[in-house]
């Protein structure tokens, strides 16, 4: 199953040092994978994603 992450580095955002190996902890708003956002958010497999978008919100990861 695929799901969609934000853009790596062209997310304003999202400050660089919440980054980690260019990518960013921020969801995508719809992870059911809806297609609408398939031209704007880089497919990931679920193992790769930072975590649900609720929770990615205000996530830390330097904590």
């Not at 997310?11 to 995508?28: Q, S």
Request: aromatic share 14%; glycine share 4%.
């Amino acid at each position: 199953m695929y799901c969609y992450q934000c853009e790596w580095f062209d997310t304003k955002d999202v400050k660089p040092h919440e980054r980690i190996d260019g990518r960013c902890h921020r969801m995508a708003p719809i992870p059911t994978c809806d297609g609408e956002y398939f031209m704007k958010w880089p497919r990931v497999e679920r193992k790769d994603w930072c975590g649900e978008f609720k929770k990615s919100e205000n996530r830390k990861e330097t904590q």
